[in-house]
């Protein structure tokens, strides 16, 4: 019998601080390849400071950050993302005073120019978020939330990536924007994506994810399939404080 895969993303004892707060405290985390890991818990469990530990936005006191069998613990966040990790913060981390064609073309990094733009990508990301091609030329921060979210993502997978990092996708989105969302999110993952998502939407992540990683107190206290934690109405109390 072969042994599994090795995850593609791999926290192992990782400790964070912020001034003089210890705020990780020895994350454990596996992020499988070619799959939807959840990272749930309360407000204040550490889940944003996990993913902007991987980027390198805030330096990992100790433990170890694998990526694809290479150590990036200790390189600066734009090495991390050459190597293939996009992020897309809570903050969606768009310009917006410029138009939509413009974020994407500072996105693609191969690019100078739209027309430079892989267009097979292209067609494939309006097919995914039409509202990216409605307002091409429209500025970004004209668009409402739902828009400036799929802009957001879009900015992200604009070029292939191994690892695609968004931290609570569905916040703020009406239901039928959320429905597009984790639909897009499903067809990446068809097309080979790893995806570490951040949720505080539980039917969000009961409907998409195929892992899913507990945080509370800065550490991950279960880890295991996303069914099994959405069947478990004791073990969502125990660990959210709700059942779905």
């Known amino acids: 019998m072969s042994a599994a895969p090795a995850p593609l993303l791999e926290l192992r004892g990782v400790h964070?601080?912020?001034?003089?707060?210890?705020?990780?405290?020895?994350?454990?985390?596996a992020v499988p390849r070619?799959?939807?890991?959840?990272?749930?818990?309360?407000?204040?469990?550490?889940?944003?400071t996990t993913l902007r530990t991987v980027m390198g936005l805030w330096r990992a006191a100790e433990g170890r950050i694998v990526f694809d069998g290479a150590d990036i613990a200790a390189l600066p966040t734009p090495d991390i993302a050459a190597r293939g990790i996009a992020y897309v913060p809570e903050t969606m981390g768009i310009f917006a005073?410029?138009?939509?064609?413009?974020?994407?073309?500072?996105?693609?990094?191969?690019a100078r120019s739209a027309r430079q733009i892989d267009a097979a990508r292209l067609r494939w990301i309006f097919g995914l978020f039409p509202a990216v091609e409605k307002f091409w030329h429209y500025p970004a921060g004209k668009l409402s939330g739902g828009q400036k979210q799929m802009l957001a993502v879009a900015r992200a997978i604009v070029e292939p990536r191994a690892l695609l990092i968004v931290d609570e996708p569905s916040k703020g989105l009406a239901p039928?924007?959320?429905?597009?969302?984790?639909?897009a999110f499903a067809q990446l993952k068809a097309e080979g994506a790893t995806i570490l998502l951040v949720e505080q939407n539980i039917g969000f992540a009961e409907r998409l994810g195929d892992h899913a990683a507990v945080m509370d107190n800065g550490r991950v206290v279960h880890a295991g399939p996303m069914a099994a934690l959405a069947a478990?109405?004791?073990?969502?109390?125990?660990?959210?404080?709700l059942a779905l």
Do not use: F, P, W
């Not at 964070?16 to 985390?29: E, K, S």
């Open 176 to 183: 039928s924007i959320v429905d597009n969302m984790i639909a």
């Open 232 to 241: 478990d109405d004791a073990l969502q109390r125990s660990l959210l404080g």
């Open 97 to 110: 005073d410029l138009t939509v064609q413009e974020n994407l073309l500072l996105a693609a990094r191969g």
């Open 34 to 48: 070619g799959r939807v890991t959840m990272l749930l818990g309360r407000n204040g469990a550490g889940k944003t």
């Open 16 to 29: 964070t601080r912020i001034g003089a707060y210890r705020i990780l405290h020895g994350v454990d985390l």
